[in-house]
């Protein structure tokens, strides 16, 4: 009898430390999930922030003053375009090679 006591009571002292460590395990990885929540939310902050300021770098007056000052462009008026006609293309019977 005095055996099965003494088995019992490793058992159950095992079982107490694997309890134990269970229950660390559980309350690390819950922290670790609350930390990626929170990151988490931050990114989605700043993804709001930045299709926020995306949209209002890419106004049309402001796309237009950029195309001014940064690159010197202007309006196009008839004064100043140039058209270019598209050569004509020869038949392709019309090619002589020669040998």
């Known amino acids: ?6 088995l019992l009571m490793m058992v159950l002292m095992a079982s107490c430390l694997y309890l134990v460590r269970v229950s660390y395990e559980s309350r ?3 922290a670790e ?16 922030r930045l299709q926020t300021e995306r949209q209002a770098q890419a106004t049309p007056s ?6 001014r000052e940064k690159l010197g462009m202007r309006t196009a008026t008839p004064a100043i375009t140039q058209y270019v006609a598209a050569p004509v293309a020869k038949p392709a019977s019309a090619t002589v090679v020669s040998r």
């Not at 009898?1 to 003494?6: E, I, Q």
């Not at 999930?33 to 709001?48: I, K, M, N, P, S």
Request: proline share 0%; net charge positive.
């Open 28 to 30: 690390r990885l819950y």
């Open 33 to 48: 999930v609350d930390r990626a929540q929170g990151q988490q939310r931050q990114l989605e902050t700043e993804f709001g």
């Open 62 to 67: 402001r796309v237009e003053a950029t195309a």
């Open 1 to 6: 009898m005095n055996r099965v006591n003494v």
